[in-house]
C-alpha cells in the first residue's frame, strides 16, 4: 500500500498472544512493577524480542491509564519510533512485545563505552533520527516530555528509535533500578493530564499546546545534546543518584565546571553549528525555540552520516544489553548504602527522576553558555529576592522527598546558621544526607559565589568540610567494596569471579578518579584560603577565626 | 517524502470535493480489488482526499479553518451517502486514511448544521452502520479506529440507546476478553461508555434488560482472566452506583446469586479486586431489607469475613479513612447479623 513507503507495515496479529510462544533469555532491565525481558519467538523463527512484563497489580489505581498508553502508542506509526509488536496479559501481568533493540540505549552505550560523551558525527546521527520521531509525534499531536538519552535506543544496524511511552518506559536501562518505576508512573501522571487522548483532541485544543508544550520536547532534545556530547546530563550533581558508581564518578561535577570554566586547554571542542542548535532548543523561551521540523534543517544535520555510521563507529565491542544489565544489577546489589526504595533509584541516565518538575527547575534556573557549551547556575544571589525563595524551597523539597536518610546533615547547617539571611542562603538544603552530595556542590558553588562578594565565610568553610567529609566518606565506601570483593573469593562460580575481575577494573578507576577528585579538593580548598586572604585583605564585613574545625 | 501532497488538486467548491471523495470511495468497488494496481491507485486518491479534508476541518497551521466550509462539507457528506461509504470500505483503506477519517469523523459529527446535528441524523437514520462499526472490532486492523468512530457517536444518547439496545452489544461481553490487549482494552473503554456516559439511557435499558444484561455481566465478574475481572468490578461500582441506577441497584443487592459473586471477589487474591469489590459488598451487608438468605450467608461465614475485612486496608489519606469508618459499619453489621436469633435453620 501507498502508505507504506512512510511508515513501517503493522501487523501485530503476527506476533502470537499467548506466553507459551515465547521464549525468555534473559533479563535486560527491571523496575519496581516491571521487567524487561529479552525473548524468543518460538512460531516466528525465534526471532529476538523485547518483552516489557508490567504487573498490573502494583498499580493502585484502575487500569485506565495503561490502557490509554498502550494505544497511544498503537496508533502511531514510525522508523523512528518503538512500537509494540504486541500486548496481552499474561494472569495479572501485561506482557509487551517489542523489537528487540540489541545495542540499548544510548545513556548505556555512553555509560558502558563512551564515558565523555559521543563522538560529534555520531550525535548528529543520534538526534536527527529522535527529531524525526519528534516531528512526526509533535505533527500527530503528542508530546513525548521525556526526550533523553535513556529512551533513545539503537539496534545492532545503528537504526535509532525513540522509546518510553508510558509503557515502554525505559526499558533497556542498565541502570534503571526502581527509578524507571518511577519514571513512568510521571509519565502516566502526565499523560492523566490529558482529556482525553491527545491525539484525538479538537485542533483549537492541539493548536494551545504550540506555544508551550511541543517547544518542553525541543528542550529536552538540546538537553539531550549536551548528555551525548558529555556524557552525561548537564548539571547532573542536582538529583543524585545511589548507584555506587555513578555516584562516584559523577560527584564533584562542579569541579569540572570549574575547570571549563578556566578554558581547560582539555575541553573537547564542538562545531559551531553544533553549539548553535543546542543553544537555539535552549532558549529559555519556549516560543523562540525552534519546531522539530524546523531543527532538521539545521545546518548542524547537513551531511549527516546514516545508521551504518552508527553501527561502525560506536557498537562495536560494545558488550551484549544483558552483560550490561546483568553487570549494573551486580554493583547495585554490592552497593552498601541503598536506602529502601528511594535510595535505590537509577536515575543517572536522566538525572531526571522527579521529571517534569525538574525540567521546570532546569528551565527557570540555568543559562546555557554556548561558549562553553553548558548551562551555567542562576545562583540565588543573582536572581530576584522572590525567585531565590521559590528555588530555595525546590532544593528543600527535593532533599525531603528524596531521602529520610538523617546522614551529614550536621556541620553545614551549623556553619550556615550563623549569620546567613535566608535569601541569599543555599543552606536550605540543611537536610542533605550524603547521598545529596550533589546538592552540596551547587552550595559550595554558591558559597564560593558569595564569598567573592565579601561575605558568608562561614557558609563556605562549612561547605567545604563538608565536601571534604564526603569525600571521605567516598574513599570508605571504595575501601570497604574493595574488601568486600577481595573477601568474596568463595562466591559460586566462574561468573561470579569474571564479575569480580570486572569490577577490579572499575574499582581501579575508580581509584584513580577518586585521587583526582582530591586533587581537586585540594585545589578548592587553596582557592578558599586565596579568598579568605582577599576577605581579610579588603577587610570586608566580619572575619572570623572559628570556622569549621576541619578533620 | 513530502507533506504538501494533497495541495495541487484541491478542488474549488466543498460540493466538488465531496463529490471527488465520493467518486474515489466507489471506485473501490470489487473490480478494482481484485486488480491490484487499480486498488492501490484507488487508496491513494481516497488517501489524498481524507488529507485533505483533516486539513479544511483543522487548518493547516497557517490557514485557520472556515466554519461555514465546515458545516457545508458535513452536510454535503450525508446527502451524497459518504458516510456509508465510509464505514463499509472501512476495512480496505491504508493506515494513514483511516487515521484522518477518525479525525474528521469526530469533527464533522459534532457539526451543527443549522440547528441539528446532520450527521448524528444520518446515522441515526441508518443505524445499520453503527452495527458495522461494533463488529469491526473483530477485525484487529480497524478495531482501534473504529473504536474511537463509535465512542464520538456514543456521545449521543440517541446513537448510544440504538447500540445498548442491539444485537450487538452482546458481543462486547466477547470484545472485552480478546487475547490482543489492545483491542480488548478498547472495547471494554467503549463498554463503559456505553454504562456510564448517559445515566437515562442506561438505567432505562437496564431496566428492562434486567436479567439478559446481569447474566452476561456475571461471566465478566468471574473470568479467569485478571483484568476482565478487575475492570468489570470497577465498572459495576461505577455505575450501579449512580443515582440514575438506585432501582436497579436496589433489585440487585436483593439477589443471593450476585451477593456470592462479590464474597468470592472479596477473597480474591489481589488486592485491587477486594478493594474494589468491598465497595459493591458493602451495599449487599449496608441494606436494610437484606434478604433472609444473605442474613443466613453473613451468620455462617462471619468470622471468616470479619478477618478478612480487619486485613483489608485502604491506601493512605483521605479515602482511607472514609474506607476505614465504612468497613467498622460493616463489621459491626456483619456482628449484629450473626447474633441475630431467628437465623437458625
Known sequence: MAHEEREEPRKPQQFPLDAGSYKIVGEIGAGVSAVVYKALCLPMGSVEVAIKSIDLDRSRTDLDSIRRETKTLSLLSHPNILNAHCSFTVDHRLWVVMPFMSAGSAHSIMASSFP?????????????????????????????????????????????????????????????????????????????????????????????????????????????????????????????????????????????????????????????????????????????????????????????????????????????????????????????????????????????????????????????????????????????????????????????????????????ESASCTDQSSTSSPAGATNESEDECSDHQGSVLAAIHNAARGFDKEVMMGSLALLKRSLEDELQKVNSLMSLLGGGGDQRGVEIANREEQLVQVIDKLKAKLESEKKKNFELERELECLQHRISGTGGETVTDDAPVRD | MSFSFFRPSRPKTTQEFVKAVKDSLMALDTKTIVEVKALEKALEEVEKNFATMRCMISGDGEVEPNVDQISQLAFEICKEDVITLIIHNLHILGWEARKDLVYCWAILLKQKVGSTYCCVEYVENHFELLDSLVVSYDNKDIALNCGNMLRECIKFPTLAKYILESASFELFFKFVELPNFDVASDAFTTFKDLLTKHGDVVAEYLNIHYDEFFNLYEKLLTSANYVTKRQSVKLLSDFLLEPPNSQIMKRYILEVRYFKVMMTLLKDSSKNIQMTAFHIFKVFVANPNKPLEIKVILSKNHEKLVSLLHDLSGGKGADDEQFEEEKDIIIKEIERVSHLPNLEH
Not at chain 1, 189 to 211: C, D, K, Q, R
Not at chain 1, 304 to 315: D, S
Not at chain 1, 322 to 345: C, I, V, W
Not at chain 1, 349 to 367: A, F, L, M, T, V
Open chain 1, 116 to 412: 565523555e560523551g559521543l563522538p560529534e558525527p555520531c550525535i548528529a546521527v543520534i538526534l536527527r533520527e529522535t527529531l524525526n520521531a519528534l516531528s512526526y509525534l509533535h505533527n500527530q499531536g503528542h508530546l513525548h516530555r521525556d526526550i533523553k538519552a535513556g529512551n533513545i535506543l539503537v539496534d545492532a544496524g545503528g537504526a535509532v528509535k525513540l522509546a518510553d511511552f508510558g509503557v515502554s518506559a525505559l526499558i533497556y536501562e542498565p541502570g534503571s533500578g526502581q527509578g524507571s518505576s518511577t519514571s513512568s508512573s510521571t509519565s502516566s501522571l502526565m499523560l492523566a493530564n490529558f482529556t482525553g487522548t491527545p491525539y484525538w483532541m479538537a485542533p483549537e485544543v492541539i493548536h494551545s499546546h504550540n506555544g508551550y508544550g511541543f517547544k518542553a520536547d525541543i528542550w529536552s532534545l538540546g538537553i539531550t545534546a549536551l548528555e551525548l556530547a558529555h556524557g552525561r546530563p548537564p548539571l547532573s550533581h542536582l538529583p543524585p543518584s545511589a548507584s555506587l558508581l555513578m555516584k562516584i564518578t559523577k560527584r564533584f561535577r562542579f569541579s569540572d565546571y570549574e575547570k571549563h570554566k578556566k578554558d581547560d586547554p582539555v575541553r573537547r571542542k564542538f562545531s559551531k553549528s553544533f553549539k548553535d542548535m543546542v543553544a537555539s532548543c535552549l532558549c529559555q523561551d519556549p516560543s523562540k525555540r525552534p519546531t522539530a521540523e524546523k531543527l532538521l534543517k539545521h545546518s548542524f544535520f547537513k551531511n549527516c552520516k546514516g545508521a551504518e555510521f552508527l553501527a561502525r563507529h560506536i557498537l562495536k565491542g560494545l558488550p551484549s544489553v544483558e552483560d550490561r544489565h546483568r553487570q549494573a544489577k551486580l554493583l547495585r546489589s554490592l552497593s552498601m548504602n541503598k536506602s529502601g526504595e528511594d535510595g535505590g533509584e537509577e536515575d543517572a541516565e536522566s538525572g531526571d527522576p522527579e521529571g517534569q518538575s525538574d525540567k521546570h527547575r532546569r528551565i527557570s534556573g540555568w543559562n546555557f553558555n554556548e561558549e562553553g557549551f553548558e548551562l551555567d547556575p542562576v545562583f540565588p544571589n543573582e536572581v530576584a529576592l522572590g525567585d531565590s525563595s521559590a528555588r530555595q524551597a525546590s532544593f528543600e523539597g527535593e532533599g525531603m522527598d528524596r531521602d529520610n536518610v538523617a546522614g551529614s546533615k550536621g556541620p553545614f
